[in-house]
């Protein structure tokens, strides 16, 4: 039989780690899901170019299509994959020709919501692009806004692509898990 003099303390401790249990298993919340589908436009060339090599064997001369090269991209992000669909946001960082076959990029980038409901949100890219493949898989490893504390990973395809000129559309598929 318990001590009497003990038993104040356990009439506390018994219902506190109940309490505590219960408050941290309830607590955990499930994380929210949210699929997009995003278009970028990344344009080497002409008036409205929004990538630059700035970097490579050839040093900015380079062509991203050749190994060691390094770009800034500063791409349109859009609802649509048509030229005149709606602006939402930017897609801005690097792409690091990381094949020795020149057939690979290394991509790092955020994307920057500018409209919509996600405006003043922020997705951060990386990961492997094997621009041959038709499906390019890679992660989504944060988030600010909206999508802070985000993790996910994305499906990447090319929906358009002039090799003559390095325009590209490129359809972003992603499944972003937050808070």
């Given at each position: 039989?318990p ?5 104040p ?30 278009y ?25 299509l ?7 991209v ?8 048509e ?37 003043g ?9 094997p621009?041959?493949?038709?499906e ?44």
């Open positions: 039989m001590n009497s003099s003990n038993m303390i356990l009439f506390f401790l018994l219902p506190t780690a109940t309490l505590l249990f219960v408050a941290y298993a309830f607590h955990r919340r499930k994380p929210k899901q949210t699929n997009l589908v995003l970028v436009h990344d344009y080497f060339s002409g008036d409205d170019a929004s990538a630059v090599t700035v970097a490579g064997k050839l040093g900015a001369a380079s062509n991203i050749q190994f060691g090269t390094v770009a800034v500063d791409d349109v992000v859009t609802e649509r994959p030229v005149d669909s709606k602006v939402i946001g930017r897609a801005q960082g690097l792409y690091i020709n990381s094949a020795l076959d020149g057939m690979a990029l290394y991509m790092v980038f955020s994307v920057t919501f500018t409209e919509g409901q996600f405006k949100s922020t997705l951060e890219i990386q990961g492997a692009d621009f041959k493949l038709k390019r898989e890679f992660g989504v490893v944060s988030g600010t806004g909206f999508f802070r504390f985000a993790k996910g990973y994305g499906i990447m395809e090319t929906q358009h692509l002039d090799v003559a000129t390095l325009r590209a559309i490129i359809k972003l598929n992603l499944t972003i898990r937050h808070e």
